[in-house]
């Protein structure tokens, strides 16, 4: 393997920063890292993992930037289809995943990398997506995976980079935090067990807006199109959103789940603007799509949510599964109020021009001004009659 190309997925934590050391030393690669910015970091923080890429032994870094693509290939469907896995959780991470490790792959192959690698643990979803991805896309590529291989504890990753003359503290290395566009992850002690909640401390956005506080979301066509009234692209008013909602401490959670490979999960996460962010539009979808939009959206978006968790994005049926979503949203439009406590948000209410409220036909509880009393009476009769005459035939009695 002496003096042979490696393209290792690199984030600047404790995991990858080992494979650098590992690869270099170890196993005498000559080792090219990659961080895939999916909307997660700011110009400083993308230097610093740079600069601790060389210092560690890397020959060649580089960002690619995929924020944008990240968004318009996963992320609007998301919103789309208001997944939250589980009712919680908004895929955060691992629809990042999948994305990062597609562009990861392509980048491996144009610089006719011998291996690729990532820092994934053996007990976690990421060694499945990161594998399965880069075995679809670059199939002649070998996969190394340094902590999964040697089933690697945080502690003795740190004392072998200590050997190494890297010293990282332990406080540095106690929470694994995985920040991205649409929220970040939080592992750490406490979500190895079943009861025991994150500290205050473990999360990266602490409480700092204490004034409730009003937002307007507008939306047109299903996408985010201004925040108060200013326009941007979504990924811009994504991360406002965020800036403005984590000083609330909003979008905070632990998410309980089925991993990929059949084990109970838990993570804890804050995700404000994916929460803010999908409650208004499964709002403005309450108002403006029918009965049964609603029902088949539900359905399907909670197969589409399954799929990406599982790194099937490129399952075919999931082309399908976008087409139906993106075509429910020509009437979501309008703008969304919402209002900002500390902790907590509220949907105040909407204006749309699509409102299916609005129309002339009755307002709920108050006014029928397109049918009569009798028009019910004969409908409600009708409305019966599979059920009567089910209960004649089998004679069921409600004592």
């Not at 650098?20 to 970091?41: C, P, R, S």
């Not at 908004?90 to 144009?110: G, I, N, T």
């Not at 540095?172 to 592992?187: C, D, F, P, R």
């Not at 209410?349 to 049918?371: K, V």
Request: proline share 3%.
């Amino acid at each position: 393997m002496s003096n042979k190309k490696v393209l290792l997925a690199y984030s600047g934590g404790l995991d990858t920063s080992y494979c650098i050391k590992y690869l270099k030393h170890e196993l005498q690669l000559d080792v090219y890292t990659a961080i895939v910015n999916t909307g997660g970091f700011d110009t400083l923080s993308l230097k610093q993992i740079e600069d601790k890429a060389y210092q560690l032994g890397a020959s060649s870094h580089i960002v690619l930037e995929q924020t944008d693509a990240f968004y318009q290939d996963i992320l609007r469907f998301l919103i789309y289809g208001n997944v939250l896995k589980n009712g919680t959780y908004p895929l955060s991470v691992s629809a990042e995943r999948v994305h990062q490790a597609k562009a990861l792959a392509k980048y491996a192959l144009s610089i006719d990398a011998d291996y690729i690698a990532h820092g994934s643990t053996g007990a976690g979803n990421d060694q499945v997506r990161f594998d399965s991805i880069f075995q679809l896309v670059a199939p002649n590529l070998e996969i190394l995976t340094p902590i999964r291989d040697q089933q690697l504890s945080r502690k003795q990753e740190l004392d072998f980079l200590a050997a190494h003359g890297v010293a990282i503290k332990w406080e540095e290395a106690q929470y694994s935090i995985n920040k991205g566009l649409w929220g970040t992850s939080v592992g750490g002690a406490e979500t190895l067990t079943s009861n025991t909640p994150l500290p205050e401390k473990a999360y990266p956005s602490q409480l700092t807006a204490k004034e409730p506080q009003q937002i307007t979301l507008s939306f047109t066509n299903g996408e985010l199109s201004a925040v108060n009234g200013k326009t941007a692209n979504p990924t811009q008013l994504i991360k406002q959103i965020e800036k403005i909602a984590s000083a609330y401490a909003i979008g905070r959670d632990i998410h309980v789940g089925d991993t990929i490979i059949g084990i109970k999960g838990r993570v804890g996460f804050e995700a404000a603007a994916a929460k803010v962010i999908i409650a208004a539009h499964q709002v403005l979808e309450k108002h403006t799509l029918s009965k049964w939009q609603l029902h088949w959206k539900e359905q399907l978006a909670g197969w589409y949510g399954m799929f990406i968790h599982e790194s099937q994005y490129f399952e075919p049926v999931m082309r399908n599964i976008e087409t139906f979503l993106e075509a429910t949203q020509k009437n979501v439009s309008g703008e969304v109020y919402i209002r900002l406590f500390p902790y907590s948000f509220e949907i105040e209410g909407i204006t749309s021009p699509h409102d299916l409220m609005t129309s002339a036909f009755g307002i709920y509880g108050e006014a029928n001004d397109q049918w009569s009393g009798e028009d019910v009476k004969g409908f409600t009769k009708i409305f019966n009659n599979s059920t009567q005459i089910y209960n004649a035939v089998n004679s069921v009695s409600y004592d």
